[in-house]
C-alpha cells in the first residue's frame, strides 16, 4: 500500500492580513529596506523606538488624547443621501477625513510620528509633500511641539498648489522647491531621503505615505488605520452591518490602508483602491501604479513602480497632485497580488465630474484626490442593489484645490 | 583570481595606492563612452566605477543627479553600459570595470540576464548603492555567474554590522567617508582614518574611500591609510560639457594626473 498524496494548504485557508509585515518589513515579495548603508542604522533606531512605543499604554493613550482633541476624531460617516439618489443604486456613505483638523487624514500620521520624534530626542522634521497635505500636517504638528520644520516639495507641485505651500510658511516651516527629475513629489521624497542621509543626527523624517523603507509602511499605515477602526465600528452602530464595499484613492495609498486595514479579515468587504488614471490608462498619461505598472524597486521598498524598459522612473500625470506619484505602498502591492483588494483606475475626467456632483448635491467641496475615491464609490453603488452600502472615505477637503480647478475650467478667480 | 582581485594585489605588492575614478556611463558624451574609459587607464586609473544612470538617484549629490539626467536624456539605458564595457575590453582585458548604480534597472532587466550579459561584456562586480547586505538574496545569480558584489560600509554602520560586512566583503569593501550624498563637503580625515583601521583589522578585502575626495590633495590624506580612493563628484563635474574625445581625453589627463602623483609620492 502506499502512501496517500501530501495534499496542499486548501487555497481556501483563510490568511490573516493583519499579520504582516514580517519582522524583516515585507509583505510578502514586497517591503523591506532598500536603502544606502548610511540610513540601515538610523532605519534600525527608529524600528525599535517604534516597536516600544506602539506597546506602551502611556503613549498609545498620549495619540489617543492628541488625535481627539487636536485633530477632532472621531470623524463622522456621512450618508450621501442625494448623491445617491442621482447616481441611483446603493447608499453612498462618506467617512470625513475632510473634518480634521487641517483637512486631511494626512494629520493622522504626522501627529502620530512628531509623538515619536519627540520620544527619540530628534529636534529637526523634514517631510516631503506632493499636493501639500502632509507638508501642512508636518508643519501643524512641528509648530504645535516646538520642533524645527523643513519640507521639500517639487516646484511643479509649489506652483499648482500655492495655498499651502503659503500655509506651511504661516505655520513656521521652510518649504524647499525641489528642482531635479519631474520636480514632483517623488522628486521630492529624493531630496527629503538626501537631507535625512545629510542630518541623521538630529532630524527626524516625517514620511507621508505607507512607503519608504520599513518601519515606515508599518508606522504610517498603524496611524491611519484609526480610519478604518472608527468606521468598522461605526458601520456596526449605525447600519448594523459592515458595508458591501469600501473605497479610496490610492496614490501613495495612506488613506487607503488607513481605510482598508480594518477590513481586511472581513471577506464580505469588497474593497476597491482607485489610482489616477490621468488622461486614460492607455494614454500612458497617468498615475496607476498598480493597475499599469510593474514590480520593481523605489524609495527604499520593493513594490508596484511606474517605469520604462530601462528601469527608469515615469514621469506620472495626474489632475490631483497628491495621487502624482509613480510607486504605491508594499501593503498595496501585496494586497493585489493576494487578491484581497482591487485596483482600478479613475481618470481626470471622472473625478472632475464626481467633484461636482458631490458639491452640488451634498454641498461637499472635496479634495481632488478623494473625488478620485467618489467616482469609484458611485460607480460600486451602481452596481449593487438599493439596500447595498457603499463606504468611501472622503480623505480631504477641496478648499486647497479651487484654483487648480478654475484654472481648468477656464475661470479667472 | 578576479580582475579586481588581481589588480588590488598587484597594488600591494608596489605599495600603490590605487586610484579609482567613477564617471557616469553617457555623460558628458555617449558616444565618447569607451574613449573616456581608456583615458581613465591612460591617466592613471586602476579600476573603473562606470555609474548606470537612474532616474532617482537618491545617494547622489547634484552634479551625478545632473548627469544621469542627461545620459537618460540621451536615451542611455543598461544595454548601452554593458555594450561599451564590452568595446572597451577589446583593447582592455585587465582594467576591471564595477557597475555602479541602484537596483530598479537590474530589478526590470532582470538579474538573470544581467548576470550573464554583464559578465560576457567584462564587468568585474557591481554595487548597488540601495541594496544592502540583508536584501542582496536577489543578487544570487550575480554572483553565480562570476560578479563580485562590491558592499558598502558608513559612519553609522554599527560594529556587529561592520564585522558581517567585511565577512562578506568580495573584491573590495567601499567605504563612506561621512554621512551624506555624493560631492558634499569635507572631510574629517582623523574620524575616517580611525575607521578603516578597525576595518582592515577585521576585513581580508582592501578597503577603498570615497566621496568627499575631491582634489590632490584630499586623495593623498585618505591615501595614508586606505587601500584605493574613489573620486567621482569632482571628476563627473570637470568632464561636464565635454562633447568632443579628445578634450574628454585632455580633461581626464588634467583632472587625474595630479592626483595620480600625489598617490604615488606617498
Known amino acids: ?413 | 583570481m578576479s580582475r579586481i582581485d588581481a589588480r588590488f594585489a598587484a597594488l600591494k605588492v608596489a605599495g600603490r595606492t590605487g586610484l579609482i575614478p567613477f564617471v557616469t556611463a553617457g555623460d558628458p558624451a555617449p558616444e565618447h563612452s569607451v574613449a573616456l574609459m581608456h583615458a581613465l587607464v591612460a591617466a592613471g586609473a586602476d579600476l573603473i566605477e562606470l555609474g548606470v544612470p537612474f532616474s532617482d538617484p537618491m545617494a547622489d549629490g547634484p552634479v551625478i543627479q545632473h548627469a544621469s539626467e542627461r545620459a537618460i536624456a540621451r536615451g542611455v539605458g543598461l544595454a548601452h553600459v554593458l555594450g561599451w564595457v564590452a568595446e572597451f575590453r577589446q583593447r582592455d582585458a585587465v582594467t576591471p570595470v564595477v557597475l555602479m548604480g541602484y537596483l530598479n534597472p537590474l530589478e526590470i532587466h532582470g538579474y538573470a540576464r544581467f548576470a550573464s550579459e554583464a559578465v560576457a561584456a567584462g564587468v568585474d562586480g557591481v554595487l548597488l548603492v540601495d541594496c544592502p547586505l540583508e536584501e542582496s538574496s536577489v543578487l544570487a545569480p550575480l554572483r553565480a555567474a562570476g560578479l563580485q558584489l562590491i558592499r558598502l560600509a558608513a559612519p553609522t554602520t554599527a560594529p556587529a554590522r561592520m564585522a558581517q560586512l567585511c565577512q562578506s566583503a568580495e573584491g573590495f569593501l567601499y567605504y563612506v567617508s561621512f554621512a551624506g550624498i555624493t560631492g558634499a563637503a569635507h572631510l574629517s580625515t582623523t574620524d575616517i582614518a580611525a575607521r578603516v583601521a578597525d576595518i582592515r583589522a577585521c576585513a581580508k578585502a582592501p578597503v577603498a574611500v570615497g566621496f568627499g575626495i575631491r582634489d590632490a590633495h584630499s586623495a593623498k590624506a585618505i591615501a595614508a591609510f586606505a587601500d584605493a580612493v574613489v573620486i567621482g563628484s569632482a571628476l563627473v563635474e570637470r568632464l561636464a560639457g565635454a562633447g568632443q574625445a579628445d578634450e574628454i581625453t585632455a580633461r581626464v589627463r588634467g583632472f587625474l594626473a595630479p592626483i595620480r602623483a600625489a598617490l604615488d609620492a606617498h
Not at chain 1, 498609545?60 to 448623491?83: C, F, M, T, W
Not at chain 1, 517639487?154 to 528642482?179: C, F, H, W
Not at chain 1, 478604518?228 to 452602530?237: I, K, N, S, T, Y
Not at chain 1, 514590480?295 to 517605469?307: E, F, S
Open chain 1, 1 to 413: 500500500m502506499s502512501a496517500p498524496p501530501i495534499r496542499p494548504i486548501p487555497s481556501s485557508t483563510p490568511q490573516d492580513f493583519h499579520a504582516w509585515p514580517d519582522a524583516h518589513g515585507r509583505f510578502g515579495d514586497f517591503g523591506g529596506q532598500y536603502v544606502a548603508e548610511t540610513l540601515m542604522a538610523p532605519l534600525a533606531e527608529l524600528a525599535a523606538a517604534y516597536e516600544r512605543l506602539r506597546r506602551d499604554p502611556a503613549f498609545i493613550a498620549e495619540l489617543d488624547h492628541d488625535l481627539k482633541y487636536y485633530v477632532g476624531r472621531p470623524s463622522p460617516i456621512y450618508h450621501a443621501q442625494r448623491l445617491s439618489a442621482l447616481v441611483g443604486g446603493a447608499r453612498i456613505l462618506l467617512k470625513r477625513e475632510d473634518l480634521n483638523h487641517t483637512g486631511a487624514h494626512k494629520i493622522n500620521n504626522t501627529v502620530g510620528q512628531a509623538l515619536v520624534a519627540r520620544h527619540m530626542g530628534k529636534p529637526r522634521i523634514i517631510a516631503e509633500t506632493g499636493a501639500g497635505q502632509h507638508g501642512v500636517a508636518s508643519a501643524t504638528v512641528a509648530a504645535r511641539l516646538g520642533l524645527k520644520c523643513v519640507v521639500y516639495m517639487g516646484s511643479t507641485d509649489i506652483e499648482r498648489q500655492k495655498i499651502n505651500v503659503y500655509r506651511m510658511k504661516l505655520l513656521g516651516a521652510e518649504v524647499v522647491p525641489v528642482t531635479s527629475g519631474s520636480k514632483t513629489l517623488k522628486d521630492a521624497l529624493n531630496e527629503a531621503m538626501r537631507d535625512w542621509v545629510t542630518n541623521v543626527a538630529d532630524t527626524f523624517y516625517i514620511i507621508g505615505t505607507v512607503a519608504g523603507p520599513h518601519p515606515y509602511p508599518m508606522m504610517v499605515r498603524d496611524f491611519n488605520a484609526v480610519v478604518g477602526r472608527e468606521a468598522r465600528a461605526q458601520m456596526l452602530e449605525d447600519y448594523g452591518r459592515l458595508p458591501d464595499a469600501i473605497t479610496a484613492c490610492v496614490g501613495g495609498g495612506s488613506n487607503a490602508i488607513g481605510l482598508f486595514h480594518e477590513f481586511l479579515n472581513d471577506p464580505g468587504v469588497r474593497i476597491v483602491g482607485a489610482e489616477a488614471a490621468g488622461h486614460g490608462l492607455a494614454s500612458g498619461q497617468h498615475a496607476a501604479s498598480l493597475a499599469a505598472g510593474r514590480p520593481g524597486v523605489l524609495h527604499g521598498n520593493r513594490t508596484y513602480v511606474l517605469c520604462d524598459d530601462n528601469g527608469q522612473i515615469a514621469e506620472t500625470h495626474s489632475v490631483s497632485a497628491g495621487l502624482d506619484y509613480p510607486g504605491v505602498g508594499p501593503e498595496h502591492a501585496f494586497l493585489k497580488d493576494a487578491g484581497r483588494a482591487e485596483y482600478v483606475g479613475v481618470t481626470d475626467d471622472e473625478a472632475m465630474e464626481a467633484f461636482h456632483l458631490l458639491a452640488r448635491s451634498e454641498g461637499i467641496l472635496a479634495a481632488l484626490e478623494s473625488s478620485h475615491a467618489v467616482a469609484q464609490a458611485m460607480k460600486l453603488a451602481r452596481e449593487l442593489p438599493k439596500d447595498g452600502l457603499v463606504l468611501c472615505n472622503l480623505s480631504g477637503r477641496g478648499d486647497k484645490d479651487v484654483h487648480t480647478i478654475a484654472a481648468r475650467e477656464g475661470v479667472t478667480v
